[in-house]
């Protein structure tokens, strides 16, 4: 549309030039074809500034998008490397468990081996007495003297130990016994264990645990000397409070004898009063005051 102004005010003025006119009526119209002029340069220069500003804005939004493709490009790549290496660490934590696997199974058949060679064990032979009218058997009370002519009891010797079992893993056979609730199976291992290795530190635990399994079969009187041989044999252990709660326990309610247990009873609460079974030992002196 404008441009087909500009052709007419193009030919009016052709027209006009051709034509005669007045000289105030030419320059009337001459200058309103130069106004028309600058009109149409002033919309061309306002087009021209419109596309360059509609050029600039297609050069951001265009370098926006390559800027926004690198970073997706880039947290891809960050995400394959993540996600490779947590298939990495998958793999390496499954090889583990696998080789886990195999060292229990193996581990397991150790144990059963050595359970087996415990079961099966011969009993230690009796050493020799040099002087057998000097020996006297280790559970004799002192100053018992035996009669003459007596054949002295066999002195026990420790067994050697089986090849290639360190206590630890000796024990730990017997211990799982006793957990299982074998409890024969377990007196067996345990009793093996501590005469194997009698100055383990684990031998007082050993000793407490054949009571604790005779007591638990019913066998109250076996009991009663597996307690008072732990309170004998092992002064320092670190289970001597539970034996003297253990052997007034089986006194009380195995045995039904009040006063032996009451005697267990007190002597725990003298020697070890801070001990945690010390509470417990008083609750039942209270108990048995209750009853009388």
Do not use: C
Request: hydrophobic share 40%.
């Amino acid at each position: 549309m404008k441009r087909s102004n500009f052709f007419t005010v193009v030919l009016a003025a052709l027209l006009l030039a051709v034509s005669p006119r007045p000289a105030g009526a030419a320059d009337k119209v001459h200058q309103q074809m130069l106004a028309e002029i600058r009109m149409l340069q002033e919309q061309q220069s306002q087009l021209l500034a419109l596309v360059g500003g509609l050029s600039d804005s297609l050069k951001a939004i265009s370098t926006k998008i390559d800027d926004q493709s690198g970073a997706n490009r880039k947290a891809f790549a960050d995400q394959k490397v993540q996600v490779d290496g947590i298939a990495e660490g998958v793999r390496v934590l499954r090889e583990k468990a696998d080789d886990t696997n195999v060292r229990l199974s193996s581990m397991t058949q150790e144990i059963e081996a050595m359970r087996h060679s415990i079961a099966t064990m011969p009993a230690p032979a009796p050493a020799a007495v040099a002087d057998p009218g000097a020996a006297v058997a280790p559970d004799t009370p002192p100053g018992t003297v035996p009669p003459a002519g007596a054949t002295p009891p066999p002195v026990r010797q420790p067994a050697a130990p089986p090849p290639l079992v360190s206590p630890e893993r000796m024990y730990q056979a017997a211990y799982s016994d006793y957990t299982a609730g074998q409890y024969d199976l377990a007196i067996i291992g345990l009793q093996a264990f501590i005469d194997t290795f009698p100055q383990s530190e684990l031998a007082d635990d050993a000793q407490l645990y054949i009571g604790n399994s005779q007591q638990y079969r019913g066998k109250y009187p076996e009991a009663v000397a597996a307690y008072q041989k732990v309170i004998a044999s092992y002064p320092r252990g670190d289970v001597i409070p539970q034996a003297y709660w253990k052997l007034g326990q089986v006194y009380e309610t195995g045995l039904k004898q009040v006063e032996p247990a009451r005697k267990a009873y007190e002597t725990l609460i003298q020697k070890y009063p801070s001990a945690n079974e010390t509470f417990l030992a008083k609750q039942r002196i209270a108990a048995l005051d209750r009853k009388e």
